[in-house]
């Protein structure tokens, strides 16, 4: 019997959730990206520059996603009235209801598989989550210092 990695069971299982969202959405002309973007979209307003990080998004592909959402008026940029520089992103009318639909869709998932196990899975599932995360952030710390010795 073949032993699973723990980075391929992350991949394939996002992969599997990634495309049930997507077939959703498609349904509605959306995207899983679109839907996240949504939901990581403050009510006084979210900075551009905080929404990539916010989302695992790089740059460009923060860049390319607001331009569709602005398009399909979900969302609008207005200037930030802290920082004359900044822009802030609201939601429009239209962009707040699609926005309550992606609420549901993440709720009725979460419950779906909340009935499926029991509390302690899922606590433990989190901790295993957490774990793993804590370990890249340690990674990504150790191999981006500088050794001056």
Not at 35 to 62: C, N, Q, V, W
Not at 76 to 81: N, Q, S, V
Not at 91 to 100: A, C, D, N, V
Request: proline fraction near 3%; charged fraction near 30%; hydrophobic fraction near 35%.
């Amino acid at each position: 019997m073949k032993k699973r990695t723990i980075d391929y069971a992350l991949r394939s299982t996002w992969g599997a959730v990634s495309k049930m969202y997507n077939r959703t959405a498609a349904k509605f002309d959306s995207t899983m990206a679109t839907g996240f973007a949504l939901l990581s979209i403050d009510a006084e307003g979210t900075p551009s520059t905080a929404l990539g990080p916010k989302m695992g998004m790089e740059g460009t592909s923060i860049s390319r996603l607001l331009k569709s959402m602005e398009e399909r008026e979900l969302i609008d940029r207005r200037p930030d009235p802290s920082d004359g520089r900044g822009v802030l992103i609201h939601l429009t009318p239209f962009g707040k209801e699609k926005r309550e639909f992606s609420k549901q869709i993440v709720l009725g998932f979460n419950e779906a598989i909340n009935q499926e196990l029991s509390e302690e899975k899922i606590e433990h599932f989190f901790e295993v989550i957490d774990c793993i995360t804590d370990y890249c952030s340690a990674y990504e710390k150790q191999t981006h210092q500088v050794n001056f010795n």
